[in-house]
């Protein structure tokens, strides 16, 4: 049985981020690649059932704010065809809940 395997598009909204080389070092490394031209938006791909991999997003992208400080965070992504809603960074809790509309 083959593996199927999805695109996985993300876009960072982050101000006064300090340090944004550790910061796309990091996604980097979980397989998120930055799109050339555009400002922090990436690539990846995913193998993992949609639910899987929101929380995996959602935890590699925590991981590396707390590699570094910022001041606000929202992301928003898609998984193959399958848009997500957008998330926003809570720092009182530490972790990204969904933005309210």
Known sequence: MSETR????????VQGLENRPLFEK????EGFLPI???????????TSH????RAYILEVVSKGLKKTTFETCRI????GEN???????????????????
Do not use: C, S, W
């Open 76 to 79: 928003i992504f898609e998984i």
């Open 83 to 101: 848009p997500m809603e957008l998330y926003i960074f809570d720092k009182t809790r530490h972790e990204f809940v969904p933005q309210q509309v």
């Open 36 to 46: 050339e031209g555009e400002e922090f938006a990436y690539l990846g791909e995913a």
């Open 26 to 29: 990091h996604l980097k490394r």
């Open 6 to 13: 999805m695109k996985v598009a993300l876009v960072v909204d």
């Open 50 to 53: 949609i639910f899987n991999t």
